[in-house]
């Protein structure tokens, strides 16, 4: 006949372990009513990303040499857009290059500006270049250009920070990113490039 197992005393929990086990609890119950409040916020506000983007441009005037050195001058209207019906928003660090053939011909700067809840606000720049001496290649393209009367093409590349506040969310910052061509008529027509930042 088989022996009855032996059992030895019963070792109990140590109490310091149901106390980390509470205080375990509580946070993860802690986490979940955060991420609950976070998600019904987001669903109510629906917080959306600004933007930055050329509502027009216009190439005013350009002026080439037989040396090869190029001046322009043209009108660029940025806009700044916000979306966001119950948060302005705050623009800051604006800074955008306007290059020609991969050269510098402007920087487009901004001081901090806020645009409210729902509207736009409209940056008026007028680029008036110094006189830039051409690569060959460059006077080759320029000057194909001149002779065809067609267009010109340019380069808008830089970024912008925004920062808004969204309800219990908190402060929200995105960086947006600009980087696009534009071909402007040597006529001196406006257009209205498809020209916009990703934000990131």
Not at 141 to 148: D, F, I, N, P, S
Not at 178 to 193: A, F, Q, T
């Amino acid at each position: 006949m088989p022996k009855p197992p032996v059992l030895g005393p019963q070792r109990r929990t140590n109490p310091l372990i149901w106390f980390l086990a509470f205080i375990c609890a509580i946070i993860a119950i802690i986490v979940i009513i955060a991420g609950i409040i976070v998600f019904i916020g987001y669903l109510a506000i629906r917080p959306k990303v600004p933007l930055l983007y050329v509502n027009a441009a216009r190439l005013d005037e350009v002026m080439y040499d037989q040396t090869g050195v190029l001046s322009v001058r043209l009108i660029l209207i940025i806009k700044a857009e916000n979306h966001n019906l119950k948060a302005h928003v705050t623009y800051y660090n604006t800074k955008l290059i306007l290059r020609y053939h991969g050269l510098s011909i402007a920087q487009l700067v901004a001081d901090p500006f806020d645009v409210r809840k729902n509207t736009t606000k409209e940056l008026s720049y007028v680029v008036e270049s110094s006189p830039i001496p051409l690569e060959p290649a460059q006077q080759d393209l320029t000057q194909q250009a001149l002779e065809k009367g067609t267009t010109m093409p340019f380069f808008l590349k830089g970024n912008s920070r925004t920062r808004w506040r969204v309800g219990p969310l908190g402060s929200v910052k995105f960086w947006l990113h600009m980087n696009c061509r534009i071909l402007l008529p040597i006529n001196g027509s406006i257009v209205y490039p498809h020209c916009t930042t990703k934000s990131h």
